[in-house]
């Protein structure tokens, strides 16, 4: 889909029966933008990872690329095969979960950029590289204490032992992955940086990343030469209270699908886990557990309809849910009226906090029904 394409689809459609997730593009370039400003030493790599955090990657990239991003971060080499054909040839695509067996030849035939995680990864990529008789680039990814991806510093060691590897691997840049960092003050973070510090100068010719969003903001210093928000892209600060000034960049509105007025005494919903305490006005909604709409919800959460915040009562069923609309005056609402679930008056962070998870959990949760519209300035074709 090229960029000049996907500007303010409008209109309905039978896609967005369960609701629009509108995702603003000016926005989402502005923060790019931002980042740039507060690591201005570094590049900004783009983290597009789970289709840019179930916002359509395929849109995104190259319109983050038309902003001039050329590095970009996904999980699995599929992702990275689904976005390579779109962005322009200078970019960078990088597969952060690793190079799994048997993949050398559809990696390097792309293009791609694997993350080398592990000594098997780095040995079977090396010897890729000999029998194909060309220098391969790789990013190697190393553990500073997540305990989660990368090689220990053994293992390092061992690698830059090992008889023709940097003549086989470029090794672009070595990377690692912060635990701690959005919790900014934890005496975790330093370690790492030094870890990181120690470990990557044995390879003085790679470029240097280690900071995620958190780290982007928390970090007085943003170490190395290129960082790797997603989040921050995406309009959410992982920090609280929020502090970057971001520009939001995602709606997600549902629909009034059925409007009653019961009694007192009533039951709603499964189990009957909420009893009208008074006569109420219900609203139900179009939107379940089955959109990512968390079921933890079920009488904790809210929706909005302009300034009204309206009450989830009972339990959020697989495709709807109930507000409580009492406070709207009757005949001003109906099936068919949009209601805000992620908007001006709840964020994604919000959300999360009310939920005790993280925001990336909720928006990567958020399904397949509904509709994904892009708006914002048309960009020039990269
Ligand atoms: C997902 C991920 C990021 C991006 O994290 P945000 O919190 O969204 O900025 C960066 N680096 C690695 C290794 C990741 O897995």
Redesign the pocket.
Same mark, same amino acid.
């Given at each position: 889909m090229r960029p000049q394409e996907i500007v303010d689809q409008p209109g309905s459609s039978a896609a967005a029966e369960a609701g629009i997730l509108s995702i603003d593009l000016s926005a989402i370039i502005a923060n790019y933008r931002l980042v740039q400003a507060k690591a201005p030493s570094t590049r900004v790599g783009a983290?597009v990872?789970a289709d840019a955090y179930g916002l359509g990657a395929r849109t995104i990239a190259p319109v983050l690329a038309g902003a001039g991003c050329r590095d970009f971060?996904v999980a699995h080499l599929a992702e990275a095969l689904e976005l390579v054909s779109g962005l322009p040839e200078s970019a960078r695509l990088y597969v952060?979960n690793g190079l799994a067996p048997g993949m050398e030849s559809l990696c390097a035939d792309a293009g791609i950029v694997p993350v080398l995680n592990t000594l098997e990864q780095a040995r079977e990529w090396q010897a890729y590289a000999a029998a194909a008789g060309r220098k391969l680039p790789a990013v190697l990814q190393v553990d500073t204490g997540m305990s989660r991806l990368g090689l220990g510093a053994d293992e390092l060691e061992t690698l830059l032992r090992q008889p023709g590897f940097l003549d086989w691997v470029a090794v672009r840049v070595v990377m690692s992955?912060l635990a701690c960092a959005d919790m900014p003050d934890s005496p975790a973070n330093a370690e790492q940086v030094r870890r990181f510090a120690e470990m990557a100068s044995q390879l003085p010719e790679a470029e240097q990343s280690l900071a995620?969003?958190?780290a982007v903001l928390g970090m007085s210093d943003c170490v190395g030469n290129l960082v790797? %928000?997603? *989040? *921050?892209l995406y309009g959410i600060d %992982?920090l609280s209270p929020a502090t970057a000034g971001l520009h939001p960049a995602i709606t997600l509105d549902a629909r009034v699908i059925q409007v009653r007025s019961v009694q007192a005494g009533v039951g709603v919903g499964y189990d009957h886990d909420y009893v009208t305490p008074s006569p109420r006005r219900l609203a139900t909604l179009s939107v379940g557990y089955a959109d990512g709409w968390p079921r933890a919800l079920g009488g904790k959460g809210a929706v909005w309809i302009n300034d009204v915040c309206l009450p989830l009562v009972g339990r959020v069923s697989m495709d709807t849910c109930v507000a409580d609309v009492t406070d709207i005056p009757a005949g001003c609402i109906q099936p068919g009226d949009k209601v805000e679930l992620i908007g001006p008056h709840q964020s994604v962070s919000e959300l999360a906090a009310l939920l005790e998870t993280a925001p990336?959990a909720i928006l990567t949760g958020l399904g397949n029904r509904f509709e994904r519209r892009f708006t914002g300035h048309a960009l020039p074709q990269a």
């Open positions: 983290v990872k971060f952060l992955h995620n969003s958190a790797r %928000p997603g *989040l *921050l %992982p990336h």
